[in-house]
C-alpha cells in the first residue's frame, strides 16, 4: 500500500470494530429499518430474471442482513465488510440459517480485490459514506471493475438531496425524526453520522458514478437523506487494485 492511501479499517463516526457495537447493531437499527421490506423492495426494482443464476457482492455487508436474503434468491453472494466483529455477527446469522452460498470476507472498498468472475449484483447500503469524497470515486471505479457490463450497482445510502441553502433546518428535522423513532442514544449516533462521517450531496454522486462508468437506471429518493440508485456499468473502466 502507497503511504497516501486513506486507511480504510480505522473506522470514522461509529466505531463498527467494536464487538459492543456490532452486538447491539441489529436490535438499534430495527426499531427504524425494515430488512425483509429493504430487501423485497430492492428485489422488485432489479431489472433481472433468472435470479437463481446471478452473483451479488455486497460491500460493507455489517451483520449480514441482506446478503442472508440475497443468498436465498441468488447463486453466490460475496459480501466483505472491514470490521470482523460486524462481519462474526453476520456468520453467525448465516449459519443459524444454514445458508451455504455466502462467502464472507474482511477487506473493504479501497482494498478488497475480486478474484472469482465478475459479478452480476454490486450492492452497497448505508457504507459508502464511510469514505471521503476522493475515496469514494476510486471505490465506484473498482466496484466497475468487480462488475461484469451490463451489471448493476446498487447504491443505498444517506445521500443529501435538498437544498444545500436549507441545511440546518433539514438536518434538525431529520436527527429529531430518529430521536422520535430510536431514542436518545441513536439521536447520538445520527449526529455522529452527521458530523464525522463523509455524507455527500446528489449531484456530487451522480458526478462520481458517471465517472466511474455507470448509468443511473433509477433514483428512489426518501426525506431528502436517504437515496437508492440503480446504476448499470455502462464503461469499462480499468484500474489497477492496489
Ligand atoms: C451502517 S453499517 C451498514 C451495514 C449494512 N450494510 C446495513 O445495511 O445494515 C456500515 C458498515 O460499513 C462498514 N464499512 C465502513 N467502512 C468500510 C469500508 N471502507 N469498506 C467496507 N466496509 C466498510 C462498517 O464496518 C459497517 O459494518
Redesign the pocket.
Known amino acids: 500500500m502507497n503511504n497516501w492511501t486513506y486507511d ?1 479499517f480505522k473506522h470514522c463516526g461509529v466505531d ?1 470494530a467494536d464487538p459492543e457495537q456490532a452486538e447491539i447493531y441489529d436490535s438499534r ?1 430495527q426499531k427504524f429499518r425494515n430488512d425483509e421490506q429493504e430487501f423485497a423492495g430492492f428485489l422488485s426494482r432489479m431489472p433481472f430474471e433468472h435470479h437463481q443464476e446471478l452473483t451479488l457482492l455486497d ?5 449480514g ?2 446478503a442472508i436474503h440475497a443468498s436465498k434468491h441468488f447463486r453466490m453472494i460475496y459480501a ?4 470482523e466483529a ?1 462481519l462474526q455477527q453476520a456468520r453467525r446469522k448465516a449459519e443459524r440459517e444454514q445458508r451455504s452460498n455466502i462467502e464472507f470476507i474482511h477487506s ?3 482494498s478488497y480485490e475480486h478474484r472469482a468472475e465478475p459479478v452480476d449484483i454490486v450492492s452497497t ?3 459508502l459514506h ?2 471521503p469524497d476522493f475515496w469514494k470515486q476510486i471505490a465506484l471505479m473498482r466496484m466497475n471493475a468487480m462488475l461484469k457490463m451490463g451489471g448493476i450497482l446498487y447504491l443505498h445510502d444517506v445521500i443529501f438531496h435538498f437544498r444545500p441553502a436549507e441545511y440546518q433546518r433539514k438536518i434538525d428535522r431529520f436527527i429529531a425524526g430518529f430521536e422520535a423513532h430510536a431514542g436518545k442514544l441513536f439521536k447520538a449516533e445520527v449526529e455522529t453520522h452527521i458530523r464525522d462521517e463523509f455524507s455527500t450531496f446528489d449531484w456530487i454522486m451522480e458526478g462520481m458514478m458517471a465517472r466511474a462508468g455507470f448509468e443511473v437506471v433509477s433514483i428512489h429518493p426518501s426525506d431528502g437523506f436517504v437515496m437508492e440508485y440503480f446504476c448499470r456499468k455502462a464503461e469499462e473502466i480499468s484500474i489497477p487494485y492496489f
Open positions: 480504510e463498527y437499527h460491500m460493507g455487508c455489517g451483520t442482513a441482506a466483505v465488510d472491514v470490521s460486524m473493504g472498498f479501497l447500503k448505508v457504507a464511510h469514505l
